[in-house]
């Protein structure tokens, strides 16, 4: 099964990371690839340590360098680039190796948008996904493509943001 969570509204991390609880409750095995966040510490990063899930369980892969282009970014696109590229290299080499039973693939969708990495080399990844596994495409902006492929479509749209009104990021929220 493929899942799409898309939308200019927070929470689609936020929500592959309750289907992920979800999974792990029902003893499955869940990969999480980050595409674009970098070396910063979110929530996520200490849950399974603070509450002993095993990495054979469940693991985080931070493989991006953070913020493209945005605030205070200066790195060459293809700085960003190479990393996007191993993050869709370690899903391919996962996803063949049977060890997961759900895949997240966070922010993917931006990183197409942002031409990291080829809509066209995720879809032909995606061809691998058995009927028995999940991946989860996050981010803004999923192509057209990864809708039509999708067989779960969630779009999140921002109402109201307190980012707007010049209000910072809230740890335990926002990261």
């Known amino acids: 099964m493929i899942a799409v969570f898309t939308g200019n509204g927070k929470g689609k991390t936020t929500a592959a990371l309750g289907q992920a609880m979800r ?19 979110s929530g996520e990063d200490s ?13 985080i892969r931070k493989m991006g ?8 970014d200066r790195l060459p696109r293809s700085a ?11 899903f391919r080499r ?3 190796s049977g ?19 080829k ?9 691998k996904v058995s009927a028995a596994k999940i991946v989860l495409l996050t981010g803004r902006y999923a192509p057209a493509a990864f809708i039509k492929k999708a067989d779960l479509v969630t779009e999140m749209r921002e109402i109201k943001h307190p ?11 926002d990261f």
């Open 99 to 117: 060890k997961w039973d759900m895949i997240i693939l966070d922010e993917i969708n931006v990183a197409v948008r942002l031409k990291l990495v």
């Open 23 to 41: 999974a792990l409750g029902r003893g499955k095995r869940v990969l999480m690839i980050q595409f674009i966040k970098g070396p910063w510490k």
């Open 80 to 90: 960003h680039a190479a990393p996007a590229g191993k993050a869709l290299a370690c």
């Open 163 to 173: 980012f707007k009104s010049g209000k910072p990021a809230k740890a335990a929220l």
């Open 119 to 127: 809509g066209g080399d995720v879809l032909s990844a995606l061809k």
């Open 47 to 59: 849950f399974a340590a603070r509450f002993r899930i095993p990495r054979a369980k469940f693991q």
């Open 65 to 72: 360098l953070g913020f493209v282009g945005i605030l205070g």
């Open 94 to 96: 996962e996803l063949q």
